[in-house]
């Protein structure tokens, strides 16, 4: 007994000197930094301490994707809500209305969009890009030019391409260096399959490729109003006739010029 008394005594002294704090039950230590009253943790404490703050980190940042992931959902359901509406019933459709058919708050919508050109510019976006994705796809999938250009045209058609009918309204910016870099991609990709399947004898040739987006433009863009709703079922029929019509050999002399990228751009 007097043995452990003595060295129980010894530690305490030795901790008075050197400032070392012996932790019960832990087996770490603290050093007590001489003139500052602070405490450092030393040893198996300060590993743990190290620990702690390494599991913690994960957390912390899985906890913070979350909300993210739920922000661009939202973003998603606005802009196909709103690309849908407008081809319904126009480009000056109600924002309350967007984020209704969204299934969003209008807070949630003004957060993302301040404003109904911020929304349209987006919108515009996405159709242009998903647009240009359809015409690629058809031309890994399809051997033959024409079968090629007549893919992209029904794909074009239900990726509602008509929504893109808000880019002559003067609403947002079509200027706008994003817009100009998809329109471009897009046209690029789309005068590739017109120029293939004349090449390969299987277009006539009195057509230009500005002819085949105005064609999708009006035959996908249901006049505004209810008294056309469900005019869709009809969309792919007539693009159909559309695109006999474009076949070689032609069976009629078209009146007037070939619709160019220019002519739609000056127009």
Request: with cysteine; glycine share 8%.
């Amino acid at each position: 007994m007097r043995v452990a008394v003595e060295t129980t005594a010894k530690g305490a002294a030795q901790a008075a000197v050197t400032g070392n704090t012996a932790q019960p039950g832990t087996g770490s230590v603290t050093r007590t930094e001489p003139g500052t009253g602070s405490v450092t943790p030393t040893g198996t404490g300060r590993v743990a301490e190290a620990a702690a703050g390494k599991s913690a980190a994960p957390a912390a940042s899985c906890r913070a994707a979350r909300p993210r992931a739920d922000a661009l959902r939202n973003r998603e359901r606005i802009v196909s809500a709103a690309r849908e509406l407008f081809v319904e019933f126009g480009p000056d459709v109600a924002l309350d209305d967007v984020a209704r058919r969204a299934g969003v708050g209008n807070a949630t919508l003004y957060r993302n969009f301040p404003d109904r050109a911020a929304l349209t510019h987006e919108v515009v976006l996405a159709v242009t890009s998903r647009t240009t994705l359809r015409a690629e796809e058809a031309v890994a999938a399809e051997s033959d030019p024409f079968a090629a250009l007549s893919r992209f045209v029904h794909a074009a058609a239900d990726e509602r391409i008509g929504a893109l009918c808000p880019m002559i309204s003067g609403v947002f910016d079509k200027d706008h260096p994003d817009l100009l870099a998809e329109r471009d991609r897009l046209e690029e990709t789309v005068a590739g399959l017109v120029s293939r399947a004349q090449s390969a004898g299987r277009l006539r040739t009195d057509i230009a490729v500005g002819d085949v987006l105005v064609a999708l433009s009006q035959l996908t863009r249901p006049l505004p109003g209810i008294a056309c709703q469900g005019i869709d079922r009809f969309t792919h029929r007539h693009l159909q006739l559309f695109l006999d019509g474009l076949e070689t050999p032609a069976r009629s002399e078209l009146p007037g010029s070939a619709a160019t990228l220019e002519d739609l751009r000056r127009s």
